[in-house]
């Protein structure tokens, strides 16, 4: 589960971002819902909405360095998304 919690701060940021964009870009939050989704049923609600709250206040350049030091960190676990060992 660890390695969702990335991905959940992320869509904190994605949602704010889309509503930068021009109208008529649905696809942006179409492919946010979808993998939302799927990352939403490892977490309560509570926790899901934590996270997508200290998404909500990255801008990009730190958004970057978040997500650099999570990938090395999973890295460095050796382990899959799963938990099980990679």
């Known amino acids: ?7 959940a ?7 704010a971002m889309s509503g ?8 942006i939050g179409d492919l946010i819902d979808s993998a939302e989704s799927a990352v939403a049923a490892a977490f309560d ?3 899901l909405t934590e996270l997508k709250a200290r998404g909500v206040v990255l801008d990009l350049p730190s958004a970057l360095v978040y997500l650099r030091s999570e990938v090395d ?3 460095d676990d ?7 060992p990679a």
Do not use: N, S
Not at 20 to 27: A, N, Q, R, V, Y
């Open 73 to 75: 960190r999973v890295l």
């Open 45 to 47: 609600a509570e926790q």
């Open 20 to 27: 930068i964009h021009p109208p008529g870009t649905e696809t």
């Open 78 to 84: 050796g382990k899959d998304v799963a938990g099980a």
């Open 9 to 15: 701060v992320i869509f904190g940021l994605a949602r």
């Open 1 to 7: 589960m660890e390695c969702l919690e990335p991905a």
